[in-house]
């Protein structure tokens, strides 16, 4: 059993963090992590969903990713978060799951585990940096020990320069070769942090 247990909680609509949240936890896995890739549960109207295609598609894709439980978080020693920005900030079915949290983070269970986050938004400068601000607001909350990339790597400059995490312009480049490495050593740099503290 590994010494680092990483729940992996995503929301995506049209696939953009899915594919963020898959790098990360094949990342995590090759650096030793024992990883859970959960998806947000849906909450927006079936109807709303219906009427458009890929959004729709995209839904019935992932369809057999677990949801994320409030138990998957007490199994945890490291989170990593990725959800759409949403007006600066996360995506409500994202701030929805972190609703059901109350009961284990008044129990301290949610405590004293790294946290780090990734977005996305269709442009630059569209909302990246306040989503993750405020996902790490929520972990301060917590008492987990934030995790940012900062500039502890190449890549991070070579992808945009986000030191907050791994962010990407879904209507732009999309997830290229310098976003993908960005992506990667983020999960690692998470996953030598939660190591550190469990030993």
């Known amino acids: 059993m590994s010494d680092v247990r990483l729940t992996l909680v995503y929301y995506s609509t049209y696939g953009t963090n899915h594919k963020m949240a898959e790098i990360a936890a094949e990342a995590a896995r090759e650096a030793g992590a024992e990883v859970r890739l959960r998806r947000a549960a849906e ?29 998957d978080m007490v199994w945890a020693n490291a989170y990593l978060f990725s959800t759409p920005t949403r007006y600066g900030n996360a995506s409500s079915q994202i701030r929805a799951f972190i609703d059901t949290l109350g009961p284990i983070w008044q129990e301290g269970k949610l405590a004293d585990k790294p946290a780090t986050a990734m977005t996305s938004a269709m442009n630059p400068h569209g909302g990246q940096e ?5 996902l790490y607001v929520t972990f301060a909350h917590w008492g ?56």
């Open 43 to 71: 909450t927006a109207p079936q109807e709303v969903v219906e009427q458009q295609e890929p959004w729709k598609n995209h839904l019935e894709s992932t369809k057999d990713i677990p949801v994320v439980t409030p138990d």
């Open 144 to 199: 987990a020990i934030i995790v940012p990339p900062g500039y502890t790597d190449d890549s991070i400059f070579a992808s945009g320069g986000n030191p907050y995490g791994a962010s990407i312009s879904a209507g732009g480049d999309g997830i290229t070769d310098q976003k993908r490495a960005a992506i990667a050593h983020q999960a690692r740099r998470l996953v030598e942090v939660a190591r550190k503290l469990a030993g």
């Open 130 to 134: 306040t989503t993750l601000q405020t």
